[in-house]
């Protein structure tokens, strides 16, 4: 066979060709409109890419609409081929859109996506190479039968659409702002309309939930709308330079075809229409014995009353299947019988036709039974129209059960049908009625080729519908594959049902000229719209524009002789008149500034060189100034020292000043935040007690003026310390009355200046054996204590104004006492006066005080760490200065010693014990462990050592010994519910489920509302399959905590093992 036979005998146009072309047409029209825009950003490119994409996936259906051959089945080699191209390219267009922000990761996104959709592809085209083809009258198309690779492959694109049409647009709505997040929301929502819901559509039109041509229709509308609204998005918020002619032609491209799909639509109705009417007659003439043309195939009969079959005109080699036709013929018989029975009494007579039906009615019988049984209250005309209502519903279920059931490959008909059946609800009454079947797989109790049970099930579900309803049939015979639309008419008088079969090669030429002559006309709109649309706006619209663009060009470039030619007397006209007007104006106006750029040149000179001599005046004040600023700056700096020597007690400063400035190519820094440690000894030489000194302060006033309050109260609070420890003097005298001196002493000279220079400052003297602190705030900010990973004020109310101030509150010494470990945090104000919104025109001030402690938590009392939590949560607008006292380093006075040797032998181990703290505060854990192992095999009873050693080991994740050391330091003291839980997630990790629960307990006890622990305890309960504790204890953790992930989590793991 030649080509052109070829063509004539197998291409065959429909109402489906003319809706597959719109969309390939739209797709490569709409890509095209992308494509041809200049200077396109990252996103564009990838939008035309995928439409482009969806074109040719279009071009796919084109193919399998067009063409009536079973080859046309390869058709999904390309849909398969290029749908997941399309969905990603469009995905990253927005990822991309309005630009990339995220280049790398897109790049990994589009590699990792095409690598899947390479595979799939592969997949799929490997999987049909040899598969068998099956035409879908739903769909009127060849296609593969494999169900089980086109399952997949749905699942694909799904996960596809979800991660390009849903995840990628809001993730890039979270990070962008403004209307663009807005402009996205709406590409997101048009995808779903074009992609998802068409796939949905898609499945329902397959299944036959949709009749066909209402869910094609409905899938080219959603298709066209969709990308009408991309189109109408793109062409007025994009960033690139785009034509006003190609906007024009783009919209009313995409609009006039949405139009004519819906014009389509309704003729394809009447055509379809006309063939059944015209079928219809052709059936009463043929059963009459009458000469009919019109392509009719087969004609079969069958009489009820003497159950006789007339099958003079038909074949069943090659005509539909005997079996099927006959049970269709008797639903069709009992349909009629049924909704001809009279209305009174039409429960009884119904009850007594169900008692008659054939077997294959076995489902709609239970049906029909049950619905009695459940509306025993309607009776004659009510329920006659109400069971005709849920029939009818039921009908288009059992048609989608059937098409669901008859894609499932036979090998697998009998567990995978009994499965869906089970689940499909409304076709509860079939289920029970196959009951039999579907557990043993047999006919009749006797077990049959699962071909045949798969035909056999198949039968009850045929459809129950009146007379003259048409099917679609087929027959396979070798390679060769029959179709026909058959038409059964039920003759009353007769008492006999026939059928006859047309050829549906026939149905498809009768639609052919019709479908054809639509798409000529598509072609003649698609020609004038592209081609003609703009040569009809070339002169009144198109010229004029380029006239009026070419004239702002060259205003733009100088030109201000330009004059835009009039060519209509409309909008554009009346623009470019006024343009004219306004080129002419600016023209004038330029060459007055001229004349007066002539006059006022040799004043602009003068004003120029008073101007340059005030700017070196300043200059020059400005590097005075600057030199005052850096002198003060070097006073400033030996009075911030940090003199403390203590071995027990460690003391930190960080200091930044606001003001920033250079001299003379030095930088240096400038303001009144002041840090000051140092040590002293109090008491009598035989007696005495070691102290450290710690202040933090912060003069009042701006640059130069704190600055010098700083500089004063530097210079007294440092000649105090050298007066008071010089030459290791030892003062007989307490540290209350030492403090109450020193503020005295303060307070007095700050008075003399009248109120121009105070200072806000807390002093603080601490033991260092005992860690017993004295204390007096003078209204500096509170405070902090950080103990055992929390921080609290230790202040709670203001006690002492200003120094520099009379104060309404009698001075006081206060006093607490540090534990091992505890770390003082005391900074100025600075630390809580940020600028929350330093990007913003308004200023928004941080009014929350506890802000800082939560600051502290989280650098866990780290003044680096502090500093940049604080800088992450706004701009510091003030001095900035932290003083850190930690407490805790082990250290034996060794004047009180009475053996030497002893003393050395402490002294080492305290050096060694320090240093591994040390090491791991720097982060040195490993190094830390070592060390600590070595000074536990010196001293293995030593409690300090076994609980750091166990604590480390644990966070090491060396759970052997962390067990060994946690339960060797729980033995001394068991009241630490934090190390039991530490304990017991160490005996976790080593599977010893049982000592775990155990310790889990423990702290249960004395921390019922724990929610880690409790976390801990259930999953323990869980792995040791007590599921009944474990679900009851993660109950608990639910009604303390509604959204633990963790919880719900182990109800879902524990729930079918109860």
Known sequence: MDESGFVSNNVFLNYYSFGSLLLFLTSMLISGVFLFIDQKVSSTKHLAIGTFFLG???FGYVISTFLYHPFAAYHRWITVGFILPAILHIGQFIARYPENDFPKFNRITTIVLWSIALFSIGYFCFSTWNASVKYYFTAHRWDFNAEDVNSKIAIIVFSYMFINFLAIPIWRMIHLRGKTRWVVFTFMMSFLIGGTALVIANLLGNDGYLERSIYFTSIVFLFMIAFFIILILYLNFSVEKTSFMLEIVGITFVTVLIVMQILIYISNEDKEFEYDTLSRIRVEKALEGESVKGGISYVFKWNNVENSFDKERYDPKVHPDQEQIEIDFKNTLLYEEMFNLSENGFRESLLELMDHSHEN?????????????????????????????????????????????????????????KNFLENYKILKMFQIFLEYHWSFCKSDGEYISPTAFKEKILNYFRPFVPSFTKYYRGKSVGDYNFHYIGFIKYDRERNDISEVGFSYRAYREFVHPTALKQIIVLSAVIVTIVFLFPFFFRASLFSPLKDLLSGVEAVNGGNLEVQVPIRTKDEIGFLASSFNNMVFSICNARKELRDYANYLAAKVRFRTEELSEKIEELQNLKIQQDGDYFLTSLLAKPLNYNANKSTRISTQFLLRQKKQFEFKGKQADLGGDICITGNLRLGTSSDYKRYVFAMNGDAMGKSMQGAGGALVIGVIVNSILTRSAADDRILDISPEQWLTEMYEELNSVFKSFDGSMVVSASFFLIEENSGKTYYFNAEH???????????????????????????????????????????????????????????KDVRSINEDETLFLKIVEAGKGDIEQIEQLICKKGEIIDDLSLLRIEYGVPQLNPEKNCL?????????????????????????????????????SK????????????LLSFKDKDYVTAVETLGKYLELNSELSEYWYYFSIANKKLGRFSEAISASEKVAIKQPNNINNLVNLSDLYRLQREYVRAKEIAIKILDLDPQNENAKKILKEIENKI
């Open 781 to 839: 900010p509170f405070t902090v204590l950080y103990r055992g990973e929390r921080a609290i004020f230790l202040e709670s109310s203001l006690t002492l104004r200003k120094i520099g101030l009379e104060s309404e509150y009698a001075f006081q010494v206060f006093t607490t006492t540090l534990r091992e470990g505890d770390v003082l945090i005391v900074g100025s104000d600075g630390k809580d006066d940020l600028n929350l919104t330093p990007n």
């Open 361 to 417: 009615f076995g489902g709609y019988k239970y049906f029909i039974v049950n619905f009695l049984a459940e509306h025993p209250n309607l009776e004659d005309k009510n329920l006659k129209l109400e069971l005709s209502k849920e029939l009818s519903r039921l009908n288009l279920h059992v048609i989608t059960a059937s098409n669901k059931l008859d894609n499932i490959f036979v090998e697998d008909f009998c567990t995978k049908g």
């Open 939 to 950: 001293t293995p009873e030593d409690s300090k050592v076994i609980k750091l050693l166990g």
């Open 900 to 936: 030497g040797t002893e003393s050395e032998g402490i002294s080492d181990w305290n050096i060694s014990y320090s240093h591994a703290r040390q090491l791991y505060r720097n982060g040195n854990v490993k190094e830390a462990i070592d060390k600590l192992m070595d000074l536990y």
């Open 56 to 58: 040719i996936f279009q």
